[in-house]
């Protein structure tokens, strides 16, 4: 590839001097902007020059080489060479490519030391704290799903891959940043500077190019080191040449968790205040004043790349019918028109230019995945999939591989046979189907047949398609509601019981003016089962006991599920009297597996699907099938067993999944717990159903009843299919070879869901089973028969065409980083089920360092080894990954309950793409200004970016928090609070006061559009600056160290650089 034809990612990493690097320690450094008087002069610019570039050369780091060979004098002396920055086109030189010397002397003037932060920091938590403390007598502070960040545990890369000893590092130039007026150019990567150790100070030499070794090789194994200073007889490198008319920009000092605020970053203005010390985490040693760290300003911002791409994508609509076009980022908000490929919120690719040959795949380590949302809902302004109506006959299919009518589909002979563009079986076209060819070859009904011109469409299937050849029986709902002691005493059954009453009316159905066909059923348990009676004839509920569990069975089938609006009389008296009925139980033991036993009964004597609701307290310790025990066991986490804690306890629960999905029973589990409940094994079920679990630790009514409420209504209300079977075809060449998502399998194609919602996804992987033609490119079709809320027997169809490459540089071209992180955070959160935690971190660094390393490899241009080169659409790759790597699943902190991370680890699973982006880097908006309709601009997840006299909004995809600067302004804080004063604002509040003015109006709609973005309602917590619940809000600031161990962004870029150059060495 000739180097024009791609947009790299350039920076240059140097070091020197003995300091030693701590992989743990943040590093000091100088804030504050530089002298006036210490602008760069301009030097003549005489050679090509890409605008916005950079050259910082200086000399290299020395890694210590734990792998493979010690670097000879010549790759050290290549280190040496110049740098360029910039995602701009490269020069022919490539991207080593340095300016012309110029006579500018070196910068010496050392920079003042900061004043240390005046506020005082929280005491950080004790760490055999539980993972949220007990319910007290007064409210508490609100918790999320874990505590504060714990004390530091684990180093902050796997140990195998790390070299701890000291390395030997030299300054680094200082690096670019650009002035608050003018924020930069959006076609250029802020990618720049080289990649220091967190505590390596940043030196203003110039770059000194090395012609010659500096020194013999040394006779002895180990590191190499490099001069420092300037060499003799080295020209001297300027350290930054602005583009032509364009005035020097002042060099800008680092900054970092530590030290004063620093400059505000671009679209974001007022005061920025000094981040604290993390938690638990090793102070490092403060450095002489004069030191400097690389710039987080220099390296890709996230929050750049998605204002970037808003910018560009969002005005014009996506049409979907260029085959292999990436789509706008999920942050995006853009329109689809479906020209014959499904739109992106149906399927979203992690390459959309595929490797022709299975060993460039593997050379190129990029995983090939498709994340499937086969459901989704679509905004009001874009037409949901039409229904196709074949008949009798049902949908026109391939003779050999089966493959439903789609555009990918060629007639031929006068329209009388087609073609199949997946198998390439030629299939007669039936008589009622037959229509004449136009002049291309094409029907000329093509733009009138949904299923010959979109991507998505529907088919009504026939009775050929139903189970026993019968059409179905419209699906049924069944309430288990827990009325053990915990549960009455909590107000979880009175709250579920009021709000019944209510949803009721809200059931699913396809005609918005008709009545729900779906029907209801009621129990409640404890150790024992209480079956309802609600015939619509009877004046009161009737209650039927079972009480041998061990041998589940229905004691009624008439009057056990009916129609809400025949029996509504009876079961508003039913909901009404079964609080009352347990308010004085003593019963603390509970049953979890009869209870989906009962439902599945219910559901096969009904002959119907349908779905549980379940409502449940605690570990279900009664004597039963399925009875658990307590294995909780803090000495595991660590170590090779760890992976025994996700692992379901016995073999129960995934029988008994396999005859729920036979039957179309789908679960919905809300938990309720106040201490382990074994989450990993009562979650099989609904996992395995395409159900949901839902987690409430700690519930307390009135600070969880919204959060429980809105998550219950819209479980009740989202449109559903049940008894669904979902498979994958594809072209010939690839091949579906492994699913991830909420389902079962009974074989190797067939992706079996008792319920699919319009929140789930099923992610596929695909791997080469033979050669791809460019000239074809591969086509899938997803294809899901499922039944309708109303009984209707329907099949949903998406078709997706991508190209094939021979090139690696146009599969890194077409690829898209979220979907990436997307998949990689499934496969790795399953792997914990049998392998260790550190061998799957370990993987997930590895092949991201492979995957880059072979861009540098095969599709840069030579450059020198010091310089980090990322392809444009994968600059983020790092910063997510390391994002993935930080996540409470695979490296928790001590108050991390292994509850919280089995949750979390089975909500991941069926996410998409959207959603889990906003989990893995949260969305961070200062509130300066809400005028007119539109956002402010989000600022990068990281402490110093807040500021002391401001209020932030973070959204986590499960929460929502409110950070209130210790300095806010007196009128920002009445029109947020209704209160002027700091002190007077309550952090136990959980919805803001509807105050009467506009900056107050437009907050509340942003978090109320927020929370309609996500499938799961996110609680709103307000963390004032300093306060306890602080440490759970610095805990998704994700570019800062966490306080488990996890590194910051340059810290892991910094290792990335390493493990890649060690590939490549």
């Known amino acids: 590839m000739h180097p024009l034809c791609f947009k790299p990612v350039v920076i240059a990493v140097r070091f020197s001097t003995n300091q030693a690097y701590s992989q743990y320690a943040q590093g000091d450094i100088q804030n504050g902007p530089p002298p006036m008087d210490h602008s760069m002069a301009q030097p003549p610019v005489c050679q090509p020059y890409s605008h916005g570039a950079m050259n910082l050369s200086g000399p290299h780091p020395s890694y210590p080489q734990q792998y493979g060979v010690q670097p000879s004098m010549q790759q050290m002396t290549n280190q040496m060479s110049g740098m360029q920055v910039g995602s701009g086109p490269l020069t022919s030189a490539g991207p080593g490519y340095a300016p012309p010397p110029s006579s500018e002397p070196p910068i010496s003037a050392a920079y003042s030391a900061a004043a240390p932060p005046s506020y005082t920091q929280a005491p950080h938590p004790v760490s055999g704290a539980p993972s949220q403390p007990p319910p007290p007598s007064e409210p508490a502070a609100p918790q999320p799903y874990y505590d504060g960040p714990p004390p530091s545990q684990q180093p902050p890369f796997p140990s195998s891959s790390l070299d701890n000893s000291p390395s030997h590092l030299a300054p680094s130039p200082a690096q670019q940043t650009f002035p608050n007026s003018a924020p930069p150019p959006v076609s250029q990567a802020l990618y720049s500077g080289p990649l220091p150790p967190p505590d390596l100070a940043l030196s203003h030499l110039p770059c000194i190019p090395c012609p010659v070794p500096c020194r013999p090789a040394p006779s002895q194994p180990g590191p190499p080191h490099f001069h420092s200073g300037p060499l003799p007889n080295a020209p001297c490198h300027p350290l930054y040449v602005p583009a ?220 050929d398609y139903c189970k026993n050849n019968k059409l179905p029986q419209p699906p049924s709902f069944i309430f288990f509601i827990d009325v053990s002691y915990n549960a009455v005493k909590s107000g979880m059954v009175n709250i579920v019981c009021q709000e019944l009453k209510t949803l009721l009316d ?109 409502f449940h307290s605690s570990l279900p310790i009664a004597e039963a099938p399925g009875k658990l025990k307590n294995r909780e066991d803090k000495k595991l986490v660590g170590t090779d067993k760890e992976k025994s804690l996700f692992q379901p306890q016995s073999g129960f629960y995934s029988n008994l999944s396999k005859e729920c999905v036979a039957q179309g029973c789908c679960v919905d589990l809300f938990l309720f717990p106040n201490q382990y409940v074994d989450v990993a094994t009562l979650g099989v079920v609904p996992v395995s159903t395409g159900g949901s679990v839902y987690k409430y630790t700690y519930f307390q009514a009135e600070m969880d009843r919204e959060r429980f409420l809105n998550d219950l209504r819209r479980d009740v209300q ?126 997930l660094v590895n092949q991201c360092a492979q995957i880059l390393a072979c861009y540098r490899k095969n599709c840069a241009s030579p450059s020198s080894a010091g310089q980090l080169i990322l392809p444009e659409c994968m600059k983020l790759l790092p910063v997510y990954l390391n994002c993935v790597l930080k996540s409470d699943v695979l490296q928790p902190g001590a108050d991390v309950s292994v509850d919280d991370r089995a949750y979390l680890r089975q909500l991941l699973s069926c996410m998409d793409v959207s959603e889990s982006h906003v989990f893995f880097y949260p969305r961070l908006l200062p509130l300066v200004k809400l005028d007119g309709g539109s956002l402010p601009m989000a600022v990068r997840n990281s402490e110093e970016r807040l500021s002391k006299g401001g209020v932030y909004l973070l959204e986590t ?15 920002l804080l009445s029109n947020i609070f209704g209160t002027p004063t700091f002190s007077q604002i309550d952090p136990n509040m959980t919805s803001l006061p509807e105050l009467d003015n506009p900056f107050s109006q437009r907050l509340r709609e942003i978090i109320d559009s927020f929370r309609s973005q996500r499938s799961r309602y996110m609680k709103l917590m307000v963390v004032k600056q300093e306060d306890k619940a602080e440490l759970i809000f610095k805990h998704f600031l994700c570019e800062d160290k966490s306080a488990s161990g996890g590194a910051s962004y340059v810290d892991f870029l910094c290792h990335m650089h390493k493990e890649i150059r060690q590939l490549l060495s």
């Open 244 to 463: 032509a008319g364009q005035p020097p920009f002042p060099l800008a000092p680092c900054s970092s968790a530590f030290g004063q605020p620093r400059g505000p970053q671009p679209g974001y203005a007022g005061p920025q205040y000094p981040g604290q010390q993390n938690y638990g985490a090793v102070p490092a040693p403060t450095p002489a004043p004069t030191q400097k760290r690389l710039d987080p300003d220099s390296i890709p911002s996230p929050i750049q790349v998605i204002e970037d791409d808003r910018a560009n994508k969002s005005s014009e609509p996506f049409t979907t019918g260029v085959k292999g076009q990436t789509p706008p980022l999920v942050t995006t908000n853009f329109q689809v028109k479906d020209q014959g490929n499904a739109s992106p919120r149906f399927v979203r690719c992690t390459a959309y230019n595929i490797p022709c040959t299975a060993d460039m795949a593997k050379q190129s380590q990029v995983p090939l995945a498709a994340v499937i949302k086969p459901l989704a809902m679509l905004p009001p302004d874009e037409t949901r999939p039409y229904m196709v109506d074949h008949g009798e006959a049902g949908p026109i299919r391939c003779n050999r591989c089966k493959a439903y009518m789609c555009p990918y589909m060629q007639f031929i002979e006068g329209g009388r046979r087609f073609q199949c563009g997946f198998c390439s079986c030629v299939t007669d076209v039936p008589p009622h189907y037959f229509q004449h060819l136009d002049h291309t070859g094409k029907r000329v009904d093509c733009c009138d047949r949904p299923e010959l011109s979109l991507g998505s469409y529907e088919f009504v299937a026939t009775v």
């Open 957 to 971: 995809g499960l929460y929502l928090f409110l950070w209130v600067g210790a300095n806010a302004q007196q009128e």
């Open 718 to 843: 989202k449109p559903m299919g049940f008894d669904a079977v979902m498979r994958v075809r594809t072209s010939t060449g690839i091949r579906a070879t492994d699913f991830f998502g909420s389902f079962f399998m009974s074989n190797t194609t067939d992706v079996e869901l008792a319920g699919l919602d319009c929140d789930k996804t099923v992610t596929v992987e695909f791997r080469h089973d033979d050669k791809l033609s460019e000239d074809t490119g591969a086509l899938m079709q997803c294809a899901v028969l499922y039944t309708s809320c109303s009984g209707q027997r329907r099949l949903r169809v998406h078709n997706m065409a991508v190209n094939c490459c021979s090139q690696l540089a146009d599969l890194y071209r077409n690829c898209e980083t979220d979907t990436i992180i997307n998949f990689f955070s499934k496969y790795a959160y399953r792997s914990l089920l049998n392998t260790p935690t550190k061998t799957v971190r370990d993987t």
């Open 506 to 614: 809200y059931l699913p159905r396809e005609n918005p003016e008709a009545d729900s066909v779906v029907r209801v059923g009621f129990v409640t348990y404890n150790k024992v089962l209480h079956f309802y009676n609600v015939k619509s004839s009877l004046a009161q509920p009737q209650m039927m006991v079972v009480s041998d569990v061990s041998d589940m069975f229905l004691p009624l089938l008439d009057g056990f599920l009916v129609n809400v609006n025949d029996s509504r009389m009876v079961i508003e008296s039913l909901l009404d009297q079964i609080p009352e009925m347990f308010a004085d139980t003593r019963e603390t033991e509970t049953v979890f597996g009869p209870v989906i036993q009962a439902g599945l009964e219910a559901l096969k004597a009904a002959d119907c699907a349908g779905k549980l609701f379940l």
